[in-house]
């Protein structure tokens, strides 16, 4: 009987596969705890010599334009002293022409002092355009240089501007980081939970089954076919391990989610810190800061409604179905938007009319104009109409958690759509796996309205 007992189980640890000890597994969490120290003292490094190379540099343009501003006062004070010192040259001269023409009128009867008077006529007008002349092209010159000394100091002012404005973005790119890595960090640990559960059911059935001789014994003497509790077992087996299966997978999809996240916004810093790039910065609605707005929704506004629906008893199709469909209405609505503008504003061939050029030109503005405006407008004032008509099948104290959910999706839907070319989350190839809750595709893309 010991033998049938040793042969079964030893068949039984072939089947499962050898499952990871708990040594093993606290030293890969350690491991992983290590790398993530390592991680974040790197990023705080790297952190704070960038804000000491950019303080340097401000300090360095904040000289250059005082030194600009005290070159400008010069150049003022300058300008003024030549237009008095002309203007009164000018007015001496003038007095002197008033004085020479009535010495000339006197002599008006004498046609050699007639001779003169036009002789010294000429010659004084002569001059007096020439230096007219000269000093219009002095102060042209002056002006000149003033202008140029503006636009050099309102560079100055754009580029501080520019810093200010990438301070502010490493700063939120920071919180950002910060917040998305305490919410994967939640997400792996309710997994890695679920993971322990399922190891403790694993466990559960292999003390069952060493529990049970009997039932080995028939498993030992079952022909290949036709034993029913051989066949449960195995069954039992094959879902247990795809379970573990899935939730190992689930738990490295969301540690590579993180590290990517991570990447990605340390090289978004870095590019924005490197090249002046301020696209996110200028345009709020840029391609760049939709995704961030998609992030942000997925990754820190989702967990918290997704906590209080799970405590309403909402399930995930339920919401699901919201969201989805609300992201589709959006682009809907923003289609027939389009085509209203298309039609009012038509391409023409017309010689007397716009070029097609310029029609499409201010077309694409008009729906730039658009998307700007919505992205202005307050979100639940938006989307208030479509929620009445997608919420009333949930009952009322579910409606608040699920208003903001919503009204963040139709604005957020709306603002994609409008966007050259539109974008939407990339539901095709979503797929939650061993999280039902896990809704939102990773990324969005492009389509065609």
């Not at 080995?216 to 094959?238: A, D, M, V």
């Amino acid at each position: 009987m010991g033998n049938c007992i040793r042969a079964c189980f030893n068949w039984l640890r072939s089947v499962l596969g050898r499952t990871e000890t708990p040594d093993e597994a606290h030293q890969k969490r350690s491991e992983l705890k290590q790398k993530e120290d390592e991680l974040e003292s790197l990023n705080k490094s790297r952190l704070t010599q960038m804000e000491t190379s950019h303080e340097k540099e401000l300090e360095e343009m904040r000289s250059e334009l005082k030194q600009k501003e005290d070159e400008l006062e010069s150049l003022n004070k300058r300008l003024t002293q030549m237009e008095t010192s002309h203007e009164k040259e000018l007015e001496e001269m003038r007095t002197n022409f008033r004085k020479k023409e009535e010495e000339l009128e006197s002599l008006n009867r004498r046609s050699e002092l007639k001779q003169k008077e036009d002789e010294l006529e000429s010659l004084n007008k002569s001059r007096l355009t020439q230096m007219e002349t000269s000093h219009e092209k002095e102060l042209e010159e002056m002006r000149t240089n003033f202008r140029k000394k503006e636009e050099e100091l309102e560079s100055l002012n754009r580029r501080s501007e520019l810093k200010q404005k990438e301070d502010e973005l490493e700063s939120l790119n920071k919180s950002r980081l910060t917040q998305m890595k305490t919410s994967h960090e939640k997400e792996l640990e309710e997994m890695r939970t679920n993971f322990r559960k399922k190891e403790e059911e694993l466990e559960s059935l292999n003390r069952r089954l060493q529990e049970a001789p009997a039932l080995r014994s028939s498993l030992q003497h079952c022909k290949p076919q036709g034993c029913e509790h051989k066949q449960s077992l195995t069954q039992l087996e094959f879902f247990y391990k795809k379970t573990i299966n899935e939730a190992r997978s689930a738990a490295a999809q969301k540690e590579k989610e993180l590290k990517s996240l991570k990447d990605r916004l340390a090289a978004q810093v870095a590019i924005s810190l490197k090249t002046g790039n301020t696209e996110s910065m200028n345009n709020p609605v840029s391609k760049t800061r939709l995704t961030e707005m998609y992030d942000n929704l997925k990754l820190l506004q989702w967990p918290n409604i997704k906590d209080r629906l799970k405590s309403r008893k909402i399930g995930p199709k339920e919401a699901k179905d919201l969201i989805q469909r609300t992201f589709g209405d959006a682009a809907e609505e923003m289609k027939r938007r389009k085509q209203q503008i298309e039609e009012m504003f038509q391409e023409t061939s017309s010689s007397s009319g716009p070029t097609p050029q310029k029609v499409k030109e201010y077309r694409q503005l008009t729906v730039q104009n658009l998307q700007m405006a919505l992205f202005h407008t307050s979100k639940e004032d938006l989307f208030k109409t479509g929620f009445l008509e997608h919420g009333g099948q949930f009952p009322g104290e579910v409606k608040e958690d699920l208003r903001l959910l919503a009204s963040e999706c139709y604005w957020l839907g709306c603002l994609m759509a409008l966007n050259i070319p539109p974008l939407q989350p990339d539901w095709k190839n979503h797929f939650p796996g061993f999280d039902s809750w896990d809704i939102f595709p990773r990324d969005i893309q492009p389509f065609v309205l």
